[in-house]
């Protein structure tokens, strides 16, 4: 058989064909809506109070980038390893990965980056601003302290964090057991900020003499003294309870010995569920007492579920009435509590006394942790006062020398990450004070916010790339979900509850790089260019052009059919109104 | 080699046997079984092909426009509402003069939803360009799919070969599956003669002003007046090899008939059946097979039927405020020729429901009966 069709020849084919360049058909003059490359804010990382930029550092980290992946998570925060362990993660509440399966493992990834950079001492290779010759006090070495001066040193000050006591970490290094935070990782994340131009004095306690000793010696004061010192419950026997935070800081100085008999726990925030759990650990039968209901707790979530895993009962709906001693134990009277309505400002139910219902508590020890206060008295500003400039997470007054306030001190809530976001702005309103002067601060401020705040960026401040980022936050319907499967979250291995009542060791273990290679694939990166290149694949006038790794668009022929923003998995592209 | 084969897969042996380089389609049923071994024979390395999966029937007849514009044999199949969404894409086709080949298996359109035979889809699509093959029972639809590719290519028009929902496409029949070798005797591979070529650049279906476009549309005309002589050409050259031949239409006892029935599909055969019994009680019976729709063989109905003395056309199909749809193209056939017999136009079987004998013998004695026609279509076996 002959390979031509016999009767081609015969059969007319008159069909439109040009071999004139299509070229000349500029098909950009149709558009009249352009693509453009916007990339935008992921809500993981307007969540985080420290405004770390976690989609990219997931994306970072899934290259194999370690070394980006770090100085990324520095720029923001110098305590990655800190917070991959006791942040309360809001960033995980938010993740738009939630609508088709889990969240990212975000907190573990956290601490996945943190503990690779102290294993392989990776750091900031800063390009810190010069130094500028001037020296900042910081009072108090807790986590918004050491941030204020991680940051200021950044920004070219030389600081001194003078500390009462004999090592510095304040509630990271007393205050929380080691089982959540271990001392070496405290340890590596300062010994990380003592390389910059940070000079940390400690069992130095600041008095108002001392400060006045040493007013002129520094150019401005940051006070981040924490909340030190609890509250009372004012009941009559109170003084036979011992103080929760004195409690956690005896046993990380190692003076609190294993102890039999029950014990009682008074309070709902973290601190009342450290003591708990760290009574179960030295073998104590430990019953933990709320007036309000578990759910109203404000400690978080995970901790109180993992306090019921190991055995702490909760009482909850109890407030105590009383302690009385009876033949060498403690009898605990507790009334019974119902709720009543709601109350409006923090929308959890309010309690009142339910007639005469009454418990008795037969315990060797009562420990109470209903909160804390400064422990110092300091003249703090008014926020009344008009000199003093009060922002999300510290304050300022524009005295001789200026004078900051962060942390506990000024912070709603009270967290380690919110500590970090504190000395953060105070670092940041402090330079801008001395560059531009106080009337700049806020509006300079707000133009380093994360999405919509409160989060700040320090990337931003001294005019990274990120600047260039859309505030905007990318929302699960901006998300292509035809792009993405459902796969299982990578769950960190935890120590079983028999070896946890056993010791202090930390119950859950990092992420092996294998781990966090499978859990950072899961992260869409919201709003971030991975270059899955979609764009360029799926531009049906090959309009979308790859110059030195970039991508382009090449609007003499884009048509404006939006197919590249549509197929962009994550939201990296915008189509906007020609104008 | 004879196989026990349903006629969906008799489609899809003639495909794998025809080394068809592209198939794309989106899965309808009764059109499923057909793409689905397909996709299987691509993935298994049964054939060198490429299966392309898309989203919508609309995409899948694109891609093999793409394919077939690069100058490669492709395929790809559908039914009913997913022949409605590729009408768009059937006119390019032809338009284009793309040799593409199509099985399309009649089936109702919704709503109500009936996935059953009807032959409205295919018979909807008469002015898009595409040739179309009525087929009878699994082994003529494979022939007629080899068929389909010689022709295509030698006229550059697509073509539609058409099977019956479940009762051809579901129904398993002994069907001779040819060796390659014979294969490529009858079908050489493709070779086209305009092909997209990156290496020497131009470009295809762009702007026809009025000075051409109707010389364009002219010029599909005239390969399909040519479709008549090429066919009959390519069914002698199948003939030679494989010893089959069904002709654009078919007459059974129609020289000596005064009505004669005609059919289309699997009908064809139950009226086979209904005329055998007719003649032995006396009746000068006789039916045509329509295999041909378009081009439609004007020139063979006028030879065959222009001097009986009635016609009775069975329609599994319906054109809204007309009439059944071969009636309209038999009765147009013969307008323009003189004393031409009268068209008796029946409906029946639509939606999956049966053609019985009884019912094509009800058909037959009303025709008989009957001096002229009173309706344009009657409607058979309607249940009040």
């Known amino acids: 058989m002959t390979t031509q069709p016999k009767h081609a020849e015969k059969i007319s084919l008159f069909i439109s064909?040009?071999?004139?360049?299509?070229?000349?058909?500029?098909?950009?003059?149709?558009?009249?809506?352009?693509?453009?490359?916007?990339?935008?804010t992921a809500p993981c990382s307007a969540a985080c109070p420290a405004g770390e930029d976690i989609a990219r550092i997931e994306m970072l980290s899934n290259q194999g980038r370690y070394q980006d992946a770090v100085e990324t998570i520095l720029l923001e925060n110098p305590f990655p390893s800190v917070c991959g362990r006791v942040c309360f993660h809001p960033c995980e509440t938010v993740c738009n990965r939630a609508r088709l399966d889990d969240p990212v493992a975000i907190h573990a990834l956290e601490r996945f980056i943190g503990d690779m950079a102290i294993k392989d001492e990776l750091t900031?290779?800063?390009?810190?601003?010069?130094?500028?010759?001037?020296?900042?006090?910081?009072?108090?070495?807790?986590?918004?302290?050491?941030?204020?001066?991680?940051?200021?040193s950044q920004l070219g000050y030389s600081c001194d964090i003078y500390e009462a006591r004999s090592e510095p970490g304040g509630i990271l290094?007393?205050?929380?057991?080691?089982?959540?935070?271990?001392?070496?990782?405290?340890?590596?994340?300062?010994?990380?900020?003592?390389?910059?131009?940070?000079?940390i004095i400690c069992n130095t306690p600041v008095t108002q003499k001392f400060l006045q000793d040493i007013k002129n010696r520094y150019h401005a004061f940051f006070i981040g003294c924490g909340h030190g010192r609890s509250l009372k419950m004012n009941i009559p026997g109170e003084n036979m309870a011992f103080d929760g935070l004195e409690f956690l800081n005896l046993l990380r100085m190692g003076k609190v010995s294993p102890s039999n008999g029950p014990a009682a726990v008074i309070g709902g925030g973290n601190t009342a569920i450290d003591v708990a759990r760290s009574l179960v650990r030295l073998g104590t039968t430990t019953t933990l007492v709320y007036r309000r209901r578990k759910k109203d707790m404000p400690a978080f979530k995970d901790e109180v579920e993992k306090a019921d895993e190991e055995g702490v009962s909760i009482m909850e709906l109890y407030s105590p009435l009383e302690i009385h001693e009876d033949d060498g134990e403690y009898v605990l009277s507790l009334q019974r509590m119902k709720t009543s309505g709601m109350e409006t400002d923090r929308g959890r139910a309010r309690v009142v006394p339910d007639s005469r219902i009454m418990q008795h508590l037969r315990v060797r020890k009562i420990i109470v942790a209903i909160g804390?206060?400064?422990?110092?008295?300091?003249?703090?500003?008014s926020r009344k006062n008009a000199e003093t400039l009060c922002f999300s997470h510290c304050t300022f007054t524009a005295s001789k020398p200026p004078l900051l306030f962060g942390g506990d001190l000024t912070n709603t809530t009270k967290s380690v990450t919110d500590a970090i976001a504190s000395g953060k702005q105070a670092a940041m309103a402090l330079d801008i004070f001395f560059k531009q002067g106080r009337h700049a601060i806020a509006d300079c401020l707000n133009s380093c916010l994360v999405g919509n705040g409160p989060a700040l960026s320090m990337e931003c401040y001294m005019g990274g790339n990120r600047l260039i980022r859309n505030p905007q936050i990318v929302s699960n319907d901006d998300i292509n979900l035809d792009y993405f499967f459902r796969m299982p979250r990578v769950q960190s291995e935890l120590l079983d509850i028999s070896n946890r009542l056993n010791s202090f060791d930390e119950i859950e273990s990092t992420f092996s790089t294998n781990q966090a290679m499978e859990e950072t694939r899961r992260?869409?990166?919201?709003?971030?260019?991975?270059?899955?290149?979609?764009?360029?694949?799926?531009?049906?006038?090959?309009?979308?052009?790859?110059?030195?790794g970039k991508r382009k668009i090449n609007l003499d022929y884009c048509k404006g059919c939006g197919i590249c923003v549509f197929e962009c998995p994550r939201s990296a592209m915008s189509l906007e109104e020609e104008l | 080699m004879k196989l026990v084969l349903e006629g969906s897969h008799a489609v899809s042996e003639a495909v794998r046997l025809a080394k068809v380089q592209v198939v794309s389609a989106y899965p309808i049923t009764p059109q499923t079984h057909i793409v689905e071994a397909l996709s299987e024979y691509c993935s298994d390395g049964t054939m060198n092909a490429r299966f392309l999966c898309v989203e919508s029937e609309h995409s899948a007849m694109a891609a093999v426009i793409g394919a077939s514009s690069a100058g490669v044999r492709t395929f790809t199949a559908t039914s009913s509402q997913g022949l409605a969404l590729m009408h768009e894409l059937l006119h390019w086709t032809s338009a284009a003069r793309l040799p593409i080949v199509m099985a399309e298996v009649n089936r109702a359109l919704a709503p109500g939803w009936n996935i059953w035979m009807d032959q409205t889809d295919s018979l909807a699509q008469r002015d898009t360009g595409w040739i179309q093959l009525y087929c009878e029972d699994g082994q003529e639809v494979f022939d007629t799919t080899l068929q389909a590719y010689r022709l295509a290519e030698t006229?550059?028009?697509?073509?539609?070969?058409?099977?019956?929902?479940?009762?051809?496409?579901?129904?398993?029949?002994?069907?001779?599956?040819?060796?390659?070798?014979?294969?490529?005797?009858?079908?050489?591979?493709?070779?086209?003669?305009?092909?997209?070529?990156?290496?020497?650049?131009?470009?295809m279906g762009q702007m026809a002003p009025p000075n051409v476009y109707m010389e364009m549309r002219h010029d599909i005309q005239k390969a399909m007046e040519q479709v008549s002589g090429i066919f009959t050409k390519i069914e002698e050259e199948f003939t030679q090899i494989f010893g089959r031949a069904y002709g654009m239409v078919e007459k059974v006892f129609c020289d000596d008939a005064q009505i004669?029935?005609?059919?289309?599909?699997?009908?064809?055969?139950?009226?086979?059946?209904?005329?055998?019994?007719?003649?032995?009680?006396?009746?000068?019976?006789?039916?045509?097979?329509?295999?041909?729709?378009?081009?439609?063989?004007?020139?063979?109905?006028?030879?065959?039927?222009?001097?009986?003395?009635?016609?009775?056309?069975i329609d599994r199909n319906f054109s809204f405020g007309a009439s059944g749809i071969f009636a309209q193209e038999i009765r147009a056939a013969l307008c323009n020729n003189h004393d031409h017999p009268p068209v008796f136009g029946y409906i029946t079987g639509l939606g999956g429901r049966d053609v019985t004998p009884e019912i094509l013998t009800e058909i037959y004695w009303k025709t008989k009966n009957c001096d002229a026609p009173t309706d344009e279509s009657v409607w058979v076996g309607l249940v009040d």
């Open chain 2, 155 to 203: 006229v550059n028009l697509p073509v539609m070969v058409v099977l019956d929902a479940f009762f051809l496409s579901h129904t398993f029949e002994p069907v001779d599956i040819p060796d390659q070798e014979l294969v490529d005797r009858f079908l050489p591979p493709f070779s086209p003669r305009i092909a997209l070529d990156t290496s020497d650049p131009f470009a």
């Open chain 1, 523 to 548: 992260c869409f990166n919201c709003g971030i260019c991975n270059a899955c290149d979609n764009c360029r694949i799926f531009c049906p006038e090959i309009a979308v052009i790859l110059q030195g």
């Open chain 1, 372 to 381: 804390a206060e400064p422990s110092t008295l300091w003249q703090f500003p």
């Open chain 1, 17 to 40: 064909r040009s071999n004139i360049s299509t070229e000349i058909n500029k098909t950009g003059t149709w558009r009249f809506m352009r693509p453009k490359y916007n990339e935008k």
């Open chain 1, 124 to 152: 900031l290779k800063l390009k810190n601003s010069p130094e500028n010759g001037k020296t900042i006090c910081i009072v108090g070495a807790g986590p918004s302290g050491l941030a204020a001066g991680y940051f200021l």
């Open chain 2, 260 to 313: 004669i029935m005609i059919t289309t599909g699997t009908a064809a055969s139950t009226c086979r059946k209904v005329i055998f019994d007719l003649r032995s009680q006396g009746e000068k019976v006789g039916m045509l097979k329509l295999k041909m729709f378009r081009p439609f063989p004007t020139d063979l109905i006028r030879k065959h039927l222009g001097h009986v003395q009635k016609i009775a056309v």
């Open chain 1, 173 to 199: 290094r007393w205050g929380i057991p080691r089982y959540r935070l271990p001392d070496d990782v405290v340890a590596s994340e300062i010994e990380r900020i003592k390389k910059t131009s940070v000079n």
